[in-house]
């Protein structure tokens, strides 16, 4: 009798071992925060291909972007599925924008390419000399990589004042 719970018990635990293993590599999501002073931006790139930016301010926390994202090297092709427009979501089709996943001094950044972007187009050189000069301070307005928790976090909630 006690081999049938200690190969239940055995069979029971490796279940459970399993079941977490997969739904860790299910859930191999990426984050990324903006600081901008007052407000911030965050994104998610989901490991379904699909990414959002969310706006946190002190009023409000809103979707700016969704759509579909794909990787290949470095650079980060993103295709917006809808947008921000006057405080309404609209369709967009046919338009995408690149940025660099880029790591400097331990810290990896997102160094957009173009304007029209989920992010301020800063020269990824310029973020890498701030990092140079002021470590213990990331730069304003870079998407730079977070956790889920900070994201699920500061997500749900309004951002109070502060100064800087």
């Given amino acids: 009798m006690k081999w049938f719970f200690y190969t239940l018990a055995f069979f029971m635990c490796s279940t459970a071992v399993c079941q977490t293993g997969s739904s860790v590599k299910a859930g ?25 930016v969310v ?21 980060i092709t993103f295709t917006p599925s809808s947008v921000m427009r006057g405080g ?7 338009r995408s924008y690149e940025g660099d996943e880029l790591e400097y001094k331990g810290r990896t950044f997102i160094a957009f390419k173009t304007e029209d972007s989920a992010g301020i187009v800063i020269p ?9 000069d002021t470590p213990q301070v990331l730069p304003l307005y870079v998407f730079f ?10 997500t749900k909630q309004t951002c109070p004042f502060r100064w800087q």
Avoid at 146 to 154: D, G, I, L, P
């Fill in 28 to 52: 191999k999501a990426r984050f990324y925060k903006a600081e901008g002073g007052v407000d911030a931006n965050y994104l998610k790139l989901a490991s379904d291909g699909t990414y959002r």
């Fill in 55 to 75: 706006a946190r301010e002190h009023m409000f926390v809103a979707v700016r972007e969704r759509g579909r994202w794909r990787q290949s090297g470095s650079v």
């Fill in 88 to 94: 309404e979501m609209i369709a967009v089709n046919g």
């Fill in 124 to 132: 990824a050189n310029e973020t890498k000399q701030q990092l140079e």
């Fill in 145 to 154: 990589k977070s956790s889920a928790n900070v994201f699920a976090q500061e």
